[in-house]
């Protein structure tokens, strides 16, 4: 029988790792596809003319992006649009809106940001728009840092006027328009004071009850909404809050700033709002005009994972499934746990923290977890902004942290740890990083019931990964040691490879990848294909994965030339190694008989027990990493014992082991041609003999293959085969 051939060694010693290329793939960790900024403002409009709403998303950490909508005005579908913001800078706009401010037919933008108001008028087109600013056009105002802007007709004269939110002392000004269409003009003197709602009042006109006049609902640095209703006229405005039509929504937010559009085509207006942690929130006008009612849909925006700050990935088994789970840390010190409830190919999740809930540190909070104290049940080790470093122990129904079980560390602060075994012997080390940039080893000594980590001075010297440094290792360049990843406050990645006792720096292999704010690494094989995937962190408290395309499940190639022969009450069916090709390493194979699972070997033969005079369908599939192959399959009909002929002595060898010969002795029954092969373990034919007539035979081998050449030491397969029989022996060659 032929032995297997690896095709992960083909496979693995023509890959190029250092040059491994990488797809990001939003949807793994936010299926709708839209972002989650920090303090996200939702804004809506019909930028591209089509008939249906699109919308501005802004946040603190970037200029607003344009999200068009790819459905219809009754059936939205949302994804990243052109970047035709991409001249209005972060400082100018946390948020836009948009109107026609100068009566030309198309939508222009007016920004909020932290330098307060500006005008970028479209010298574009209503489908294809292009901005450009008009400098100075609300320099008569005095809205201050971090104003939030609306545009409505509100007095019924044919041109926009002005709705502003004030950040620090949450006021809420309207400023009708003194100009005309097609010449705006705003001042301090023609301003009105609605309201104060506190501070950061995030404003937006609406006619939700259709009685044709402009209310105004506003979020604010709070939870909840306040909904000012017009019970005046547009020609002359009463605005009184009214607690009623809004209440119970947004309670479980924070800095929630809304905007209402009809996204369903019923003719009412739906609510979309952002939030401080940054994920969009809609509801569903199910009501009528002037009786709004909510329901909450979490498919067109939903499925973002977002900590609401600093998130700080951690991959591991968690619950013993079989899959990948996800730890982050937070900005505001909890641990978030989501479970993996998809496949260890397709990862699916679902938040399911409250087993972390008693893990509440400082802010920044990052956090590893593993196997620590031999019970089976993953420990964590958190860390923060403190610099301290904490150990919590897994209890089965949640953590109990115990003190002096973490190393005496003086981090000075924004401690990263990390549980990785550097040494070999089965106990996690830790590796961590901090503030200053600096990086930290920690050798595990310990035993159960608890660990014990030693520093170890200058492991790390010389490397400085930069501010807020967030460490992860493994094995980038698949040369068999641990490699070093580290991101840091300004969203730099920092790749050292280890090269025997040393650390070299690499610039290449993560160069084409984007991070942000506090970056935070991960590396895992998520998509399960046998290399190692990236999962980012970052300030804004979402996560970003970078697929690393180096193996995947493109091509799994099949094995090859399925053949049988029965010997005696068994059948043996053997097969060659798949094509070369394929797309991830090869692990093993699998037999089937008659579609239920038999075995599975890294062999290229199985013997198999088959009932007398049966048939039956045998197939043999590869099991690579990324998944399994197509099977490859045989029809078997296996021949009643009767008819099964036997030698004449059956199949002996000795001395064996052997040195200088062995001698192999069997019986050819009459009537019947024999050959006898000898095999090495890569399954190639090392010396045969062929016809061999009726009649006993023991034959001299001295270990020398066909061309006289002498064998290596080694285990050979001797196999006997004539008509309705195959016998098979091992030899050992000791020289």
Request: charged share 15%.
């Given at each position: 029988?032929k ?29 709708s ?7 996200s ?6 930028l ?11 946040g ?5 992006i ?13 994804t990243?649009g ?26 222009d ?6 330098t ?11 489908s ?6 008009q400098p ?19 007095d ?21 328009n ?11 003197a ?11 009042a995030y ?6 009850d ?12 709070s939870?909840g ?8 006229s ?19 937010t924070?800095?929630?700033s ?62 013993g ?25 397709a ?10 809930a ?5 802010i ?5 977890t593993?196997?620590?104290d031999?019970?089976?049940?993953p420990d ?25 079980v973490?190393?005496?560390a ?18 996690l ?15 595990n000594?310990?035993t ?35 490699d ?6 300004q ?7 280890r ?33 190692l ?6 300030y ?20 090859q ?5 029965q ?18 390493p ?57 008819d ?54 023991a ?7 066909s061309?006289g ?19 098979s022996k091992r ?5």
């Amino acid at each position: 029988m032929k032995k297997v051939i690896s095709a992960a060694l083909a496979i693995l010693a023509a890959a190029s790792l250092g040059a491994q290329p990488w797809q990001q793939d939003n949807s793994v960790f936010n299926p709708s596809g839209i972002p989650s900024f920090t303090f996200s403002q939702p804004r809506f409009a019909d930028l591209d003319a089509d008939g249906d709403q699109d919308f501005l998303l802004g946040g603190s950490n970037s200029a607003p992006i344009y999200i068009k909508n790819v459905g219809n005005a009754g059936s939205p579908q949302f994804t990243i649009g052109d970047n035709i913001t991409a001249g209005i800078t972060s400082l100018n706009a946390e948020m836009a809106v948009c109107a026609d401010i100068d009566a030309d037919g198309d939508l222009d933008i007016v920004t909020g940001g932290y330098t307060g108001l500006h005008l970028y008028l479209n010298t574009g087109s209503p489908s294809l728009p292009a901005f450009t600013e008009q400098p100075g056009f609300f320099s008569l105002l005095n809205v201050g840092s971090l104003p939030v802007p609306d545009l409505a007709d509100i007095d019924g004269d044919g041109d926009p006027d002005l709705l502003v939110g004030l950040s620090e002392d949450g006021g809420v000004r309207v400023y009708t328009n003194t100009g005309n269409p097609g010449a705006a003009q705003f001042s301090n003197a023609e301003m009105q004071t609605i309201g104060d709602i506190g501070l950061y009042a995030y404003p937006v006109f609406c006619d939700l009850d259709g009685d044709g006049d402009q209310d105004i609902l506003c979020g604010r640095d709070s939870h909840g909404f306040v909904y000012y209703q017009n019970n005046g006229s547009a020609a002359d405005p009463l605005w009184e809050a009214n607690s009623s039509l809004f209440a119970g929504l947004g309670n479980a937010t924070y800095w929630n700033s809304p905007d209402l559009a009809d996204l369903t085509g019923d003719g009412l207006a739906d609510l979309v709002f952002g939030s401080a942690d940054g994920p969009l929130y809609y509801y569903v006008n199910t009501g009528t005009q002037g009786a709004p009612a909510w329901q909450a849909n979490t498919t067109l925006f939903g499925g973002v994972m977002d900590v609401g700050g600093a998130s700080s990935p951690w991959l591991q088994d968690f619950d013993g499934d079989g899959d990948l789970d996800l730890i982050s840390g937070s900005q505001l010190g909890y641990i978030k746990y989501y479970e993996n409830t998809g496949t260890a190919y397709a990862p699916a999740w679902s938040e399911d923290s409250g087993y972390f809930a008693s893990i509440d540190h400082s802010i920044y909070a990052a956090a590893a977890t593993g196997l620590l104290d031999g019970d089976g049940l993953p420990d964590a080790i958190v860390g923060d902004l403190s610099g301290n470093l904490f150990f919590h122990q897994n209890t089965g129904t949640g953590f109990t942290e115990l003190t002096g079980v973490t190393p005496p560390a003086a981090l000075g602060g924004w401690s990263v740890p990390r549980l990785h075994d550097m040494n070999g012997d089965s106990h996690l080390d830790l590796i961590v990083g901090n503030e200053a940039g600096n990086l930290y080893y920690y050798v595990n000594n310990g035993t159960a019931p608890l660990p014990s980590w030693t520093e170890v001075p200058n492991y790390f010297a010389g490397l400085d990964a930069g501010y807020n440094c967030s460490p992860c290792l493994g094995d980038i360049d698949g040369d068999g040691d641990i490699d070093l990843l580290a991101g840091n406050l300004q969203g730099n990645l920092h790749c050292w490879l280890r090269e025997g006792h040393g650390w070299t720096l690499n610039s290449s292999i993560f160069s084409g990848i984007s991070t942000d704010q506090n970056a935070a690494p991960a590396l895992a094989d998520l998509d399960h294909d046998g290399d190692l995937d990236l999962i980012l962190g970052d300030y804004d408290g979402t996560f970003s994965y970078w697929r690393n395309l180096l193996y995947s499940g493109a091509v799994l190639n099949p094995p090859q030339n399925l053949a049988w022969e029965q010997l005696g009450s068994q059948v043996s069916v053997s097969w060659d190694a798949p094509e070369a090709g394929s797309t991830s390493p090869f692990e093993h194979y699998k037999t089937y008989v008659d579609g239920a699972y038999q075995h599975g070997s890294t062999q290229q033969y199985v013997i198999l027990d088959l009932a007398p005079g049966s048939t039956h369908t045998v197939a043999v599939t590869a099991q690579y990493t990324a998944g399994e192959s197509l099977p490859a399959t045989i029809v078997i009909n296996v021949v009643t014992a009767g008819d099964v002929t036997q030698p004449e002595a059956g199949l002996e060898i000795g001395p064996n082991p052997f040195k200088t010969f062995t001698t192999i002795s069997f019986g050819a029954k009459e009537g019947q041609v024999a050959t006898l092969h000898i095999y090495n373990l890569k399954g190639q034919l090392v010396r045969a003999w062929t016809d061999l007539r009726p009649g006993n035979h023991a034959l001299i081998w001295d270990g020398r293959d066909s061309q006289g050449g002498r064998l290596a030491s080694g285990i050979y397969l001797c196999r006997l085969s004539q008509p309705g029989n195959i016998q098979s022996k091992r030899l050992i060659l000791v020289n």
